[in-house]
């Protein structure tokens, strides 16, 4: 930590490294107790503190999972202004929607605290600069939110997290994992009623139509009241079908 104050001191952003404060009750020196639940596959556990750059450290080091409150919050804050430097330096790809300045901001925000936006830039920021990729569960709604949001972006060699609306747990499958079986996964919870966030594709309409066609498929659902199909109406079916598709073809 001593070597990143002088960093800390530069960052126009530091203002906005969050106060991690203890709940009500815990004991800050003594190791977090998680009671743990099975549903859907997943072994759930309590996150705290919550948040994405908890999730991944709780998902990908054994010593914060097992540290107390205190260590957590420690630790927790040092990888904050850690990724914060990495976006200062230039790190990651963003898209011209999120500035150096934005994403900065969002790593600092609680997920109390963020906007609908900072919340975004929050969830994107981790999943480019720590390199995985996870699903977000709102069990009240039957939900899931992909992040990366595009499936057909998501790729065997990065770990697959697991968490609930807020982040205040976080999940983890036993055993060997792939996308191939996330595939699985999403189409059980799917025929379970559960709403999924495919990704959209672009193009033309008779583009995106051919396109469709070429997997087999004739014409897409509506809820057009005329009963017209329209080009979202393509657009967000072929994307489901290139998701599931790129799910179906992975190795790992």
Partial sequence: MESLLPVIVKNPNKSKVPLMIAMPGENDSAPVEESTENQYGVEWARLNPPGPVSLWLWSTNAVYRAGSEAQRRQTLSEAIVELQRRVQNGDGQFGRKWSKSKISDALGMTVENASEENFEALERAVSVLCGVQWIRMNENERKLTCVPEDLRLWT??????WTRERYRSAGEIQGQFG???LGKWISDREDDKWTIEY???EGTMDA???AYAAFGYGIPSTNNPKGRILKDDYARALGKVQAIRHLARATG
Avoid: S, T
Avoid at 156 to 161: E, G, N, R
């Fill in 156 to 161: 065997a060699d990065k770990p697959i997290l």
């Fill in 179 to 181: 996308l191939k079986a």
């Fill in 199 to 201: 990704p959209v594709a």
């Fill in 208 to 210: 995106m139509k051919a």
